[in-house]
Every structure is written in C-alpha cells, then in structure tokens.
C-alpha cells in the first residue's frame, strides 16, 4: 500500500504561495508549441532497436519520468539554441492544451488519455521550467555538479487554491490534492544520469482505505531517479506527514510496462542515497 501511495503522489510532477513565484507564473515566457513537444515526446521513446517504445507513458507510474525526459530533451535541444547567456534566457512554457494534445496525438490516437493527463488538462496545469542557473543553484559544495538545472512551477490562473480527486482504481483507493502553484527544483547530473526533484512544495495525497489512513494528508518533498535506457527506472521518493518534520524514503523500481516493485538492486541504492550539498537561491516575487 505504501508503494501505491507514494506511485499515486508523485503522477503530479507532472503540476510557497503564490506571492512568492509570480516571477515563474506571469512571464515573458518562450512558449514551446505542440509540434516541439510531440518531437520530444517521440524521440524520447525511442528505443536503440525495434520501433516498439523504450517504455509505456499511458502506464501511471511511468508519467513522472515522461515528463522528466521530456524536459530533458527541451532543455539540450530546444531551449539553449536561442540565447548566449544565462541573463537572456526566457523561462520556457508549455499550455495544458498543448501537453494534452501532443501526448494524445503521439501515445493515444486509438485510446483514451490516462487520467493523470486528463486531470491536468481538466485542471489547466501549466508548466514553466526556469532554466536560468543563477536563478536555480547559490553554491554547490559537490564535485559532480548537475549539467541541467532548472526551477520548474506547475500553476492555473483560476483562483481555487486547489483541487483535489479520488482516484478509487488504486490499491488503496486515494484522494490525489494538487495546489494551484506546485514548485521544485530540477537536478541532473550527467555521469551517473541522476535526475533529482528537490523541495517539492504543494503536492499532497492521502490513503482513503486501508492501513494508512492513520497518516492523513502526506507531502511529497524530494523524487530522485535512475532511468536506465529502454529498461526500469529506479526511484527513491521521500514523504512527510509534516513538512517541517523528516519523513520516510521508499526506494522503488518502476518497469517499462508500468509495475511497481519495492526496493532497487544495491549499487542503484547507493547513487540515489549518495549526498547532495546544495545552496539553492530563494523563490523570489516578481
């Protein structure tokens, strides 16, 4: 039950006050059409050999490392091609219209769209990845510092300050609460292929059956994982019941076809656990 929850929560990564992020919210953007993110939303699934996909995107816990390797591509192969230096980069902003319609038009033409894309569109969840590095890392006190960075702001422009829906297919049964601003931070490093989300803030999810009930309302705060090409992917994902309180980290390995699996084989364990000593610069308002 404990993999389901924290599977179920961290879909979103895919959507702090919102005084504190109008610079991420209001613009001037670089906005990505939907030609661009089909072109990555393919290439990404593209495997070294055979025309079948490296792995399902409509399988729900495979969304998160969609969008993570979607962003990834935008970011070495769209975004750096127009700007010399960090000062002239315009964060870059992909519609709910336009994510919905690429992914429908590359991975569902003859089916219906997952419910985790179907809710942000319900929703009208933009994404804005500020790639900007002065804005994202004050200091580094590692050796191995990410090559990509960025902050990434998941928002609506209406004013409900949330919404929320019970997703009763999973096991246990859930109530999914999204923020109507949801930020984190974006690492990858690029030796071990280690993609850290960072200081999630506005993604919550609570267990409506079963054992964990007793816990309530959970915060995601931290999603680290290790992709291996046209295979799993390895995930360490960290909850807390308070944010201010240090909460329990499940490793999970995630398979191509969408299962979920408890614990990651021991040398992956090591380089999602590995230390990460990072000043990050502060959210400021626009």
């Not at 495997?47 to 969609?66: C, F, L, Q």
């Not at 919404?163 to 999204?178: F, G, M, N």
């Not at 040398?267 to 308002?285: A, D, G, S, T």
Request: a neutral charge.
């Amino acid at each position: 039950m404990k993999i389901k929850l924290i599977s179920f929560m961290v879909l979103s990564l895919l959507s702090v006050q919102s005084v504190l992020v109008a610079q991420q919210t209001k613009g001037p953007f670089q906005t990505v059409d939907q030609e661009s993110l089909e072109r990555a939303m393919e290439m990404v699934l593209k495997k070294d050999s055979g025309p079948e996909p490296a792995y399902d995107p409509t399988a729900t816990p495979n969304g998160v490392r969609y969008q993570i390797d979607v962003i990834v591509y935008l970011l070495e192969n769209e975004a750096r091609q127009d700007h010399k230096s960090p000062e002239e980069t315009l964060p870059l902003l992909i519609g709910y219209k336009e994510w919905y319609q690429a992914f429908k038009s590359v991975n569902c033409q003859d089916q219906d769209v997952p419910e985790y894309v179907d809710r942000a569109y319900e929703f009208k969840q933009n994404m804005v990845i500020d790639y900007n590095r002065n804005k994202v890392i004050k200091e580094t006190y590692d050796t191995d510092i990410p090559y990509l960075v960025a902050n990434i702001t998941l928002f609506w422009d209406s004013p409900e300050k949330s919404h929320s829906y019970k997703d009763l297919d999973s096991k246990p049964p859930l109530k999914v609460i999204y923020e109507r601003v949801i930020t984190y931070r974006f690492l990858k490093y690029k030796d071990d292929n280690l993609v850290v989300c960072d200081q999630i803030v506005g993604l919550k999810g609570k267990a409506l059956k079963g054992f964990l009930r007793i816990f309530g309302k959970a915060h995601m705060v931290q999603y680290r994982t290790l992709a291996v090409k046209d295979g799993p992917q390895y995930v360490l994902a960290e909850v807390r019941k308070f944010r201010w309180l240090f909460g329990s980290k499940t490793d999970l390995t995630v398979t191509p076809d969408g299962v979920t699996l408890e614990g990651v084989p021991e040398e992956e364990k090591q380089r999602l656990r590995r230390k990460i000593k990072i000043q990050y610069e502060p959210l400021n308002p626009g």
